[in-house]
């Protein structure tokens, strides 16, 4: 019954605040990504008519300000 129990983790304690350091971090860049994707979807929403850049006349446009979430994947033949 002396071996019936779990052997502690040989694993030091920098190495776990490590991992949570890691974990932070990532949670950190995925929310900023989403934070920048939704700012980007408003501000072509809100501007995208005027920017005669993002859709110039002769093309296919690959985003539309009345739907600034959706971008147009072209295949190249």
Not at 24 to 47: D, K, P, Q, R, Y
């Amino acid at each position: 019954m002396m071996n019936g129990t779990t052997p502690p983790t040989k694993r030091s304690t920098v190495e776990r605040q490590i991992d949570d350091v890691i974990l932070f971090m990532f949670l950190l860049l995925f929310a900023m990504c989403g934070f920048g994707a939704f700012l980007t979807a408003v501000w072509t929403h809100n501007l995208g008519d005027s920017m005669w850049y993002l859709m110039p006349e002769n093309t296919v446009p690959f985003f539309s300000a009345d739907q600034p979430l959706v971008v147009v994947r072209l295949s190249v033949t």
